[in-house]
């Protein structure tokens, strides 16, 4: 593609970018709040330097148009409720006069009855996001097909919107000043309302899409308020349209546009989908009363709607926002597809201009401060900063002509050519082992019903087991001497002493608090991705590559480039060390393929599930391993099961069939009597649990406490036949649930799922919690256990 005047306006422009900043001073200064360390006015500081600062960087990138509105404190759909009025009453109440500010984990010196609205406002916003000592907070799950969690909006048929536009005003003005062309960002309406959930103690089958007619008004307002603040464009983003939807759905889409593409008082409009194709919906948009679309158009998306997009007759006088650069994964855009892409699209609408195929959150800041990782990968590798370049290098190729970037086009080939001839991508013999796998391999050696009675008699555990997740709290300490045996300043003996005395201090505990099924704490862990990426041949990992998963929990996941497998044992010899402390069961932990991938920045250049295989049998060597150390309970952790599921039905029987076989390829080597655990959390499980029965786990544990044990009554309604412990200690809050609260839990749960195949244990994970917290909700736990098991008919 040549021609310079095909397209002379085109723009680079991205949908949203990290928020953490290149040190994560943003979780810095969040918890520093928290804990009464940082004040409100200082928070905001921080937060608008961070802003002005990722702006200031997209610019130099060659970025023409700058996002707002993007930024958040916790989460962009938390953002959204407070600016549409969705604000539960129970959270309205921590943000009274008179309510004590106990959102955050201690309290600072200032006098909370001078506190400004404002600075109300924010600890109720945190309210809803963490809970308080007495208030809970909203539930959270996956984000689509991401790891990213999202606050799930409470609405009912009383929900009264409102508009509250403040925070997207002050953003855009704050752009503005720096003399930027910016663009306010803003979750639309039916996204939204498609992800909200009925209010607790709102009466069953109640929509809240039929609170749309109640909510567009809001919504005209903030488009008003925006427009006056000197807004040009708006976009709305709208990615539940990707999914399957109904033609009463795809209905409300096209009445939601028809209205807000008619208001006189807006801006220009640019409706974005992405992370799929949008199908059905693509006529809908595309015939509405609005100035533009931006579509997805990387991945199997890109033919999809190439094709849609033709088949209604492109986009006529209307601006096109092509996402084909990826926005989820970290490698390097192949230019000239790329531009193929852009050069078919420009006979398709009135103007095209060029963006990631969604908002950079998902990746982290920038390869260039990866120092350590091999440089021939590190060519191939696209951060945030690097895909806001890509996408300024295409809008140039598009407005130029290719003649302008003949070195950047040089430069993608040879680093494209390099990958794809490199021999650290390939392995023959796991290529090898990968291929001569046989079903039997993915299958126990017996029924689950031999299997548990083989369990019980070697276990003998009582009714209503209880255990936890596997991580206990990662305390300042702990960090501290990876920290050091990182920079040397320890040995490899010093450190392992350091983790041999916390391991004895955390089986203690459990001990002296009567849990049943213990765990090492994994002291040693850094993550329950990359501590495994780390000894595995083929991953890489990075120092620097933060990425967030939700409000200040921030990751950083490994790179996939190569073939895996794995040279050693990776966590015998801890498990064995803890179960030589104690005589009750310790778990093996152990993080599952799936999420091993899901959690990871995955190769694109050969099938997930092929992928998916190789890891599975390095997991299956681990698993084995530990169970001729002794270990007689083993969990295999696959969190990330129900977010990789395909967003649209077509997708999901293939991939649920590599899934499910990857689990019980790394599982199925094993005895009867070992008893194989599996672990899920945050998300929505309904769609999945004949996928969850396929897996043959013995036990499954599963995030319930926000949700009200609703996934107990998912199962129950499959008839799902083995044991489950759907959690009953939200571990994502800082509140301690009481042993009545517990207690009324598992009752629930008991009305789905027989006392003989119940388990009680948190949420999740402890690492994140306080140890004052999790010792008093652990004894709460365990003392509801004992209370229920001791009105069981079979005890005493």
């Known amino acids: 593609m040549t021609d310079k005047s095909a397209a002379a306006a085109a723009r680079a422009t991205v949908y949203g970018y990290p928020r953490q900043g290149a040190n994560r001073?943003?979780?810095?200064?969040?918890?520093?709040?928290?804990?009464?360390?940082?004040?409100?006015?200082?928070?905001?500081?921080?937060?608008?330097?961070?802003?002005?600062?990722?702006?200031?960087?997209?610019?130099?990138?060659?970025?023409?148009?700058?996002?707002?509105?993007?930024?958040?404190?916790?989460?962009?759909?938390?953002?959204?409720?407070?600016?549409?009025?969705?604000?539960?009453?129970?959270?309205?109440?921590?943000?009274?006069?008179?309510?004590?500010?106990?959102?955050?984990?201690?309290?600072?010196?200032?006098?909370?009855?001078?506190?400004?609205?404002?600075?109300?406002?924010?600890?109720?916003?945190?309210?809803?996001?963490?809970?308080?000592?007495?208030?809970?907070?909203?539930?959270?799950?996956?984000?689509?097909?991401?790891?990213?969690?999202?606050l799930v909006p409470e609405v009912g048929p009383g929900t009264v919107f409102s508009a509250d536009s403040a925070k997207q005003v002050a953003e855009l003005t704050q752009a503005l000043a720096l003399g930027l062309t910016a663009r306010p960002v803003l979750l639309g309406p039916v996204t939204y309302l498609l992800l909200a959930k009925p209010a607790p103690g709102v009466a069953a089958g109640f929509e809240p899409l039929t609170l749309l007619d109640r909510l567009l008004p809001v919504y005209a307002e903030i488009l008003a308020d925006l427009r006056a603040a000197g807004a040009d464009w708006v976009q709305l983003d709208e990615p539940a349209l990707v999914q399957d939807r109904t033609p009463a759905e795809l209905n409300?889409?096209?009445?939601?546009?028809?209205?807000?593409?008619?208001?006189?008082?807006?801006?220009?409009?640019?409706?974005?989908?992405?992370?799929?194709?949008?199908?059905?919906?693509?006529?809908?948009?595309?015939?509405?009363?609005?100035?533009?679309?931006?579509?997805?158009?990387?991945?199997?998306?890109?033919?999809?709607?190439?094709?849609?997009?033709?088949?209604?007759?492109?986009?006529?006088?209307?601006?096109?926002?092509?996402?084909?650069?990826?926005?989820?994964?970290?490698?390097?855009?192949?230019?000239?597809?790329?531009?193929?892409?852009?050069?078919t699209l420009l006979g398709l609408a009135d103007r095209v201009d060029v963006a990631p195929s969604c908002s950079l959150l998902h990746v982290p800041l920038d390869a260039t401060a990866e120092r350590d990782i091999d440089p021939e990968i590190a060519r191939w590798l696209a951060f945030a900063r690097q895909k806001s370049a890509e996408v300024a290098t295409l809008a140039r190729a598009l407005t130029e002509g290719t003649g302008a970037?003949?070195?950047?086009?040089?430069?993608?080939?040879?680093?494209?050519?390099?990958?794809?001839?490199?021999?650290?991508?390939?392995?023959?013999?796991?290529?090898?082992?990968?291929?001569?796998?046989?079903d039997a391999d993915a299958r126990r050696s017996q029924p689950y019903e031999v299997r548990t009675a083989a369990q019980r008699a070697h276990l003998g555990l009582p009714p209503l087991p209880t255990t936890t997740i596997g991580s206990f709290p990662q305390t300042a300490e702990l960090r501290t001497a990876r920290a050091d045996l990182r920079a040397g300043r320890i040995g490899t003996a010093a450190?392992?002493?350091?983790?041999?005395?916390?391991?004895?201090?955390?089986?203690?505990?459990?001990?002296?608090?009567?849990?049943?099924?213990?765990?090492?704490?994994?002291?040693?862990?850094?993550?329950?991705?990359?501590?495994?990426?780390?000894?595995?041949?083929?991953?890489?990992?990075?120092?620097?590559?933060?990425?967030?998963?939700?409000?200040?929990?921030?990751?950083?996941?490994?790179?996939?480039?190569?073939?895996?497998?794995?040279?050693?044992?990776?966590?015998?010899?801890?498990?064995?060390?803890?179960?030589?402390?104690?005589?009750?069961?310790?778990?093996?932990?152990?993080?599952?393929?799936?999420?091993?991938?899901?959690?990871?920045?995955?190769?694109?250049?050969?099938?997930?599930?092929?992928?998916?295989?190789?890891?599975?049998?390095?997991?299956?060597?681990?698993?084995?391993?530990?169970?001729?150390?002794g270990t007689s309970v083993i969990q295999v952790d696959e969190p990330a099961l129900r977010e990789t599921l395909p967003l649209r039905a077509d997708g999901r029987a293939a991939y649920l069939a590599w899934a499910t076989e990857s689990f019980r390829l790394t599982t199925g080597g094993v005895r009867p009597e070992t008893q194989i655990h599996t672990h899920m959390c945050y998300a929505e499980f309904g769609d999945i649990v004949q996928a969850i029965d396929d897996l043959d786990a013995d036990v499954i544990s599963l995030e319930a406490a926000r949700s009200h044990m609703q996934v107990a009554g998912e199962l129950a309604a499959h008839g799902y036949p083995r044991e489950a412990g759907p959690g009953v200690y939200d571990i994502h809050s800082p509140r301690v649930p009481s042993t009545a609260e517990a207690t009324a839990l598992l009752l629930r749960g008991l009305e789905a799922i027989p006392a003989e195949r119940l388990w009680v244990n948190p949420d999740c994970g402890l690492k994140t919690r306080g140890w004052p917290e999790v010792r008093t909700s652990l004894e709460n736990l365990v003392a509801a256990a004992r209370e229920i098991r001791a009105g069981l008919p079979t005890a005493g």
């Not at 905001?44 to 990138?61: K, T």
């Not at 209307?318 to 597809?337: H, M, S, T, Y």
Request: hydrophobic share 40%; aromatic share 8%; no cysteine.
């Open 25 to 150: 001073e943003l979780k810095k200064a969040v918890e520093g709040y928290w804990k009464g360390a940082v004040g409100p006015d200082a928070l905001r500081d921080v937060a608008s330097r961070l802003r002005r600062a990722n702006w200031e960087q997209l610019v130099a990138d060659g970025v023409h148009e700058v996002p707002t509105g993007d930024f958040s404190y916790y989460d962009q759909v938390l953002d959204t409720s407070v600016m549409v009025g969705a604000i539960p009453e129970r959270h309205r109440a921590a943000v009274g006069d008179d309510a004590p500010h106990d959102s955050r984990d201690s309290r600072d010196s200032r006098d909370t009855a001078r506190a400004t609205a404002q600075d109300r406002a924010l600890d109720g916003y945190f309210a809803m996001a963490r809970g308080t000592r007495d208030v809970a907070p909203l539930e959270m799950t996956k984000w689509f097909d991401t790891n990213y969690h999202y």
């Open 252 to 343: 409300a889409a096209s009445r939601a546009y028809r209205d807000l593409g008619g208001l006189t008082d807006r801006p220009k409009l640019l409706v974005a989908s992405y992370f799929d194709r949008l199908g059905d919906a693509l006529p809908v948009l595309a015939k509405a009363p609005v100035e533009g679309l931006a579509l997805d158009f990387t991945g199997s998306a890109a033919a999809a709607n190439l094709a849609a997009l033709a088949a209604v007759g492109g986009l006529p006088g209307k601006r096109l926002v092509a996402g084909v650069v990826d926005g989820r994964n970290v490698w390097i855009n192949d230019f000239e597809k790329s531009l193929a892409t852009l050069g």
């Open 405 to 438: 970037i003949t070195a950047e086009l040089a430069a993608n080939r040879a680093a494209l050519a390099s990958r794809a001839g490199s021999a650290l991508t390939r392995d023959p013999a796991v290529r090898a082992r990968a291929a001569a796998v046989t």
């Open 495 to 629: 450190y392992e002493e350091r983790i041999e005395a916390e391991i004895r201090d955390v089986l203690a505990f459990q001990e002296k608090a009567g849990l049943d099924v213990l765990v090492h704490g994994e002291p040693e862990r850094n993550d329950m991705v990359q501590y495994f990426a780390e000894q595995l041949t083929g991953y890489v990992a990075t120092r620097h590559g933060w990425v967030q998963s939700y409000g200040t929990r921030y990751v950083r996941p490994p790179v996939l480039a190569g073939d895996i497998s794995r040279p050693e044992p990776m966590t015998v010899r801890w498990t064995s060390y803890a179960q030589s402390l104690t005589d009750r069961p310790v778990k093996g932990m152990l993080t599952g393929p799936v999420t091993m991938l899901a959690w990871s920045f995955v190769r694109d250049d050969q099938p997930l599930g092929d992928t998916a295989r190789q890891v599975a049998l390095a997991l299956r060597d681990e698993v084995n391993d530990l169970e001729e150390a």
